[in-house]
């Protein structure tokens, strides 16, 4: 039986790509106006900087600061250009982040289910996101009083999958693995780390990670197509 719930965020809770996207480009297209280069040339430059940082580390979660992202863009050429224009990592980060705030919106079909899930279960976020940009976000989609505890990866110090962030999180919400389930996106964070911890697993077909191919490990016990239909199965179990 079922009795604490674990969300996943982006991906999961919204559609990320677009809202993720846009955030870029805007950004982009900020630093190519003020320091009057291609946006072709500022676009490289920011994936190079974001790629270096995501790569430094499959464990620290301050991989996912978009502050450090565009630090990284100083320091591998574009720093005394962006100074002299008033430009500074923070501000750009602050700028990504208002982007995407403006272009995210719950899915209908959650919206239904989640006033019904929260009669019934102890609801909470598991997510690698930065703690204060995750609650930001709920807070942007309206869902944050649905939810008790907003776990994040910054607390544990561990990503997913990572089993660490998995057993935190538990003791976190005073939860047992057998009666724990988690909703996720990602099959290679969500539900390979999630069942690695004993819990329960569901994989949300949303977003860019649905198709593509799942280890052994990443196989969850239920697939989302809708959470209505969601309602029903985690009541069986």
């Known amino acids: ?3 604490t719930i674990f969300f996943d965020v982006d991906g999961t809770l919204y559609e990320e790509q677009h809202a993720k996207i846009k955030a870029e480009a805007h950004t982009v297209q900020l630093i190519a106006q003020r320091i009057e280069r291609s946006i072709t040339e ?3 430059l920011y994936m190079k900087a974001k790629w270096t940082v995501l790569n430094s580390s499959d464990r620290n979660p301050e991989r996912n600061n978009r502050t450090l992202w565009y630090r990284e863009m100083f320091a591998q050429g574009a720093g005394v250009e962006m100074n ?4 500074t990592a923070e501000k750009l980060s602050g700028n990504y982040w208002r982007i995407l705030n403006e272009n995210i919106e719950p ?6 289910a ?12 598991l997510t690698d996101e930065l703690y204060d ?3 930001s976000k709920l807070e942007t989609l309206g869902l944050r009083h649905f939810f008790g505890k907003v776990i994040s990866a910054e607390h544990a110090g561990a990503l997913k999958p990572h089993r660490e962030l998995f057993d935190y999180a ?4 005073g939860a047992s693995a057998d009666t724990t389930l988690m909703v996720g ?12 911890a004993g819990w329960h697993t569901a994989l949300a077909r949303r977003g860019q990670h649905f198709y593509q191919p799942h280890l052994p490990n990443e196989q969850p016990d239920y697939i989302v197509n809708s959470y209505l239909e969601f309602l029903g199965w985690v009541s069986s179990i």
Do not use: F, N
């Open 133 to 135: 940009v995750c609650q």
């Open 42 to 44: 500022v676009y490289e």
């Open 170 to 173: 538990l003791t976190a919400a």
């Open 107 to 112: 899915y209908a079909d959650l919206l239904l």
């Open 84 to 87: 002299s224009k008033g430009l």
């Open 185 to 196: 996106d990602y099959p290679a964070g969500d539900i390979a780390g999630a069942k690695s």
């Open 114 to 125: 989640l006033p019904l899930l929260a009669r019934k279960y102890e609801l909470h976020i």
């Open 1 to 3: 039986m079922i009795k």
